[in-house]
């Protein structure tokens, strides 16, 4: 466990490289996601359905090795494996730009994925390291990583309009490395890899009010919404470029840079989401706002499955909030059930089930996409949000009283 910072200051500093962290992390996984709508499918003469695919090993990566960094973090040093995160990440993206194959990039996206798994189990540790109200800090961090989402089909369409798809991966990675080596430098001067285990003696978790029936129960609720939410969010997000291509017609979306720029405005408005389901758990049932979360998913994703221009993108921005209001609320419920100690790891477990379910949206898409269309998408993002909420009636009351250590 490492040692909280006591200087606001430096607190402060620490949550944002945490919070830059969040961002780059779901920046870095979209990349290919713009480029291959708007250039590589062009570049290698593939389908969209027949390109996507080759994502798939990044993505199931970005899941299985959450448990590998989870137990890393816990037993080595969680700020440590952060520097590795950064640093990884760029030399990944890096390597995406040099391949000239789909093979070539699926073992580049492969690396990526693997470098992108340490940040959610071992970043959210850190988030939620000392404090007793948690929802916030995981909302605000959670908007981060949803700007990340949008800046990526963004910042990927202009610098793909402006240089080239090699030069989308080259940029950021080149970034990338150098936040790493400022927080690595910070780190430093703040003695943060050392006495890292100082504060186990004190740690305590908030589970011990509840009875192991309970916890059992909780977590169990917990892994399957995670599985469900993870299918809907990574169809959603992953998808949405390619479904304003389609329905938002050439008066709106007529270059991959305005394509780029709706994608982002939806993402970073959606993310006000976050802070809403945040000040709402630290202060109501849990099982309220999550049902409530989960119902408007159902019924927006039913109203978009025949929309196309400006009601579409209306819609869009609606259930993108539901989406990502969702983040925070599983995320909240392991942070008290989960001892500080192995935090990191139950937050792996989380995380590895999310992503790895999150890898068969990538070729759910490409089929649906290529046999029926969109609207078969949207349908069965409809059914799995209908799941979710019969899951969240089950949560005990209990859940929402205890607090985060």
């Known amino acids: 466990m490492n040692k909280p910072a006591t200087d606001p200051q430096e607190q402060s500093l620490n949550f944002l490289y945490l919070n830059i962290g969040h961002f780059f992390d779901h920046f870095f996984m979209l990349i290919f996601a713009t480029a291959a709508v708007v250039s590589l499918t062009g570049e290698w003469g593939m389908t969209y359905a027949e390109l996507i695919p080759y994502a798939t090993p990044g993505f199931v990566a970005f899941g299985i090795g959450a448990i590998a960094a989870g137990w890393i973090a816990d037993k080595w040093s969680r700020t440590a494996m952060m520097v590795v995160f950064f640093v990884g990440m760029g030399l990944a993206s890096i390597l995406c730009a040099a391949v000239s194959t789909p093979i070539g990039m699926s073992i580049g996206l492969l690396v990526m994925g693997l470098f992108g798994a ?165 202060r109501y049932s849990i099982r309220t706002v999550f049902s409530i979360v989960a119902l408007i998913q159902c019924i927006l994703f039913v109203v978009m499955m025949s929309l196309s221009g400006v009601m579409a993108l209306i819609i869009a921005i609606g259930f993108m909030l539901a989406v990502f209001g969702q983040i925070p609320i599983n995320d909240v419920l392991v942070g008290r059930i989960a001892k500080s100690e192995w935090r990191s790891r139950m937050f792996a477990a989380r995380y590895i089930v999310t992503f790895s379910v999150s890898a068969a949206a990538v070729p759910l898409i490409a089929w649906l996409h290529a046999t029926r269309g969109f609207s078969s998408l949207f349908a069965v993002m409809a059914v799995a949000a209908g799941v979710i909420f019969v899951m969240t009636l089950l949560l005990p009351a209990k859940a929402s009283a205890v607090a985060s250590t």
């Open 118 to 282: 340490i940040y959610h189990p071992v970043g959210l540790s850190l988030v939620v390291q000392g404090r007793t109200k948690t929802g916030m800090p995981l909302a605000i961090n959670g908007i981060w990583g949803n700007v990340g989402v949008g800046a990526a089909a963004l910042v990927t369409g202009f610098l793909v309009d402006n240089g080239g798809w090699r030069l989308a991966f080259i940029v950021p990675g080149v970034i990338s490395i150098g936040v790493g080596i400022a927080y690595y430098f910070f780190l430093r001067k703040h003695d943060a890899f050392t006495n890292e285990k100082a504060g186990t003696k004190n740690a305590s978790a908030s589970s011990g009010a509840m009875d192991t029936g309970t916890l059992r129960r909780i977590f169990a609720i917990v892994i399957i919404t995670t599985a469900i939410g993870g299918l809907v969010f990574q169809s959603s997000t992953f998808s949405l470029p390619k479904v304003f291509d389609e329905r938002l017609g050439s008066d709106l979306a007529g270059s991959a840079t305005t394509i780029g720029w709706w994608a982002f405005l939806v993402f970073t408005i959606a993310a006000i989401g976050q802070v809403i389901v945040g000040w709402l758990i630290d």
